[in-house]
């Protein structure tokens, strides 16, 4: 299919509307990791700088699945000691990007802060994320995205009514309001770039990031359009042409028809009485409305459901599982999943007509290679030795 990633490790070359740029990836957990997966897969080269005594992560998966370590060549440094230092700021010195995820004034400790690096390079993109952000009463607080989506309002908002808030997984604050807003504010700082040849500094975080993503929804409670109790609206599954139902299988669908033409065909195939077509959006109808769509969908399997309203506007999907949806077959007609080694995972997003980007692979040999990895940044073998003689870097 044109457009299909080609699969590659680091080393390899690469294709896609940011091949030829530099990011250095200072490792950690989370949305960093994922934002660099994202621009390796965008075509930039990246080196993900480890500690050289850095432990086991919570959860520890074998190379071939270890997504924040695919599409990257990894070199472990000792940045506690003068010379690791020294060496980061010589790559940084070479580099189009720096990002990293550590609590505020953890770089500035190693003496590797924003003041000091654009120093040796003015026109570096230096990309901060953290929880909080670089200030304020909670900066230096642990957290998790859970924790942030609560500080945001947004957990409060998530769930039915009368039950305690339900987690989206770490979607929306990690991945959500940290990784993207992180590539988004990479993306606009390498346009202004290209303008005034300056870098600078991006102080993302994930409490404001995920608060962004719901600024339309401040808006609606603005306009007296939404309430601040969660499940008792429109999108929330406080509306009963909005929300989830159990199949005869104990499987679900998904209704969406918000649209009165959409409800109108949802209402017609299922069938529901046509008074509710006429009191859509009277929410003195709702309760009725929910009960008899709920007792409808009840009579069928999920798969029976799928297959009535596939060909129409009725805005209802079948509840697939992960590893059901990567079978669907709109999703083959894509190729929106693919392989690289033994994981099957997402394909790289969004698609660009121009040149397919890299499916990022597992570290290969050359992507560990000091000689191959330092040349690229200026330094000598001979350089590269001494500082591998010295434990500066890691084998």
Same mark, same amino acid.
């Given at each position: 299919?044109?457009?299909?990633?080609?699969?590659?490790?680091?080393?390899?070359?690469?294709?896609?509307?940011?091949?030829?740029?530099?990011?250095?990836?200072?490792?950690?957990?989370?949305?960093?990791?994922?934002?660099?997966?994202?621009?390796?897969?965008?075509?930039?080269?990246?080196?993900?700088?480890?500690?050289?005594? *850095?432990?086991?992560?919570?959860?520890?998966?074998?190379?071939?699945?270890?997504?924040?370590?695919?599409?990257?060549?990894?070199?472990?440094?000792?940045?506690?000691?003068? *010379?690791?230092?020294?060496?980061?700021?010589?790559?940084?010195?070479?580099?189009?990007?720096?990002?990293?995820?550590?609590?505020?004034?953890?770089?500035?400790?190693?003496?590797?802060?924003?003041?000091?690096?654009?120093?040796?390079?003015?026109?570096?993109?230096?990309?901060?994320?953290?929880?909080?952000?670089?200030?304020?009463?909670?900066?230096?607080?642990?957290?998790?995205?859970?924790?942030?989506?609560?500080?945001?309002?947004?957990?409060?908002?998530?769930?039915?009514?009368?039950?305690?808030?339900?987690?989206?997984?770490?979607?929306? +604050?990690?991945?959500?309001?940290?990784?993207?807003?992180?590539?988004?504010?990479?993306?606009?700082?390498?346009?202004?770039?290209?303008?005034?040849?300056?870098?600078?500094?991006?102080? +993302?975080?994930?409490?404001?990031?995920?608060?962004?993503?719901?600024?339309?929804?401040?808006?609606?409670?603005?306009?007296?359009?939404?309430?601040?109790?969660?499940?008792?609206?429109?999108?929330?599954?406080?509306?009963?042409?909005?929300?989830?139902?159990?199949?005869?299988?104990?499987?679900?669908?998904?209704?969406?028809?918000?649209?009165?033409?959409?409800?109108?065909?949802?209402?017609?195939?299922?069938?529901?009485?046509?008074?509710?077509?006429?009191?859509?959006?009277?929410?003195?109808?709702?309760?009725?409305?929910?009960? +008899?769509?709920?007792?409808?969908?009840?009579?069928?399997? =999920?798969?029976?459901?799928?297959?009535?309203?596939?060909?129409?506007?009725?805005?209802?999907?079948?509840?697939?599982?992960?590893?059901?949806?990567?079978?669907?077959?709109?999703?083959?007609?894509?190729?929106?999943?693919?392989?690289?080694?033994?994981?099957?995972?997402?394909?790289?997003?969004? =698609?660009?007509?121009?040149?397919?980007?890299?499916?990022?692979?597992?570290?290969?040999?050359?992507?560990?290679?000091?000689?191959?990895?330092?040349?690229?940044?200026?330094?000598?073998?001979?350089?590269?030795?001494?500082?591998?003689?010295?434990?500066?870097?890691?084998?």
């Amino acid at each position: 299919m044109a457009g299909s990633p080609t699969s590659a490790g680091a080393s390899a070359e690469k294709t896609g509307p940011l091949a030829g740029l530099k990011v250095i990836e200072m490792a950690g957990l989370g949305p960093v990791p994922f934002a660099a997966l994202m621009l390796s897969e965008m075509g930039a080269w990246v080196l993900r700088i480890e500690r050289a005594d *850095a432990s086991q992560p919570l959860l520890s998966l074998p190379e071939e699945y270890d997504l924040d370590r695919h599409g990257r060549s990894i070199l472990k440094l000792d940045l506690k000691r003068l *010379a690791g230092a020294e060496l980061l700021l010589r790559l940084a010195a070479k580099a189009d990007i720096l990002v990293e995820g550590f609590r505020p004034g953890v770089m500035e400790r190693l003496g590797l802060g924003p003041d000091v690096v654009l120093q040796r390079n003015p026109a570096l993109i230096y990309g901060r994320l953290t929880g909080f952000g670089q200030n304020g009463p909670l900066s230096g607080q642990a957290g998790h995205d859970i924790n942030y989506l609560a500080y945001a309002g947004l957990l409060h908002a998530v769930g039915r009514q009368d039950t305690p808030p339900v987690p989206p997984l770490n979607l929306v +604050a990690d991945q959500g309001g940290g990784a993207m807003m992180l590539i988004a504010g990479v993306l606009a700082a390498l346009f202004q770039r290209s303008l005034t040849g300056k870098g600078q500094v991006i102080d +993302a975080s994930m409490i404001e990031g995920a608060s962004m993503l719901a600024a339309p929804i401040h808006a609606y409670m603005a306009a007296g359009l939404w309430s601040d109790r969660r499940g008792e609206n429109l999108l929330d599954s406080g509306a009963p042409f909005c929300d989830t139902y159990e199949t005869a299988d104990a499987r679900h669908i998904a209704v969406g028809c918000l649209e009165p033409r959409f409800f109108a065909e949802f209402a017609r195939l299922l069938p529901l009485d046509s008074h509710f077509v006429r009191s859509q959006y009277d929410k003195s109808s709702w309760p009725a409305m929910r009960a +008899a769509i709920a007792g409808r969908v009840r009579e069928r399997t =999920r798969d029976d459901w799928a297959a009535l309203f596939a060909a129409t506007d009725a805005c209802v999907a079948p509840v697939l599982s992960l590893v059901e949806a990567r079978n669907h077959p709109h999703n083959r007609a894509r190729q929106s999943f693919v392989t690289s080694g033994g994981l099957e995972r997402p394909a790289p997003a969004p =698609r660009f007509s121009q040149k397919p980007q890299t499916l990022a692979a597992a570290p290969a040999a050359a992507d560990r290679q000091l000689e191959g990895i330092l040349t690229r940044f200026g330094l000598s073998e001979e350089e590269v030795g001494a500082l591998a003689k010295a434990d500066v870097i890691g084998r």
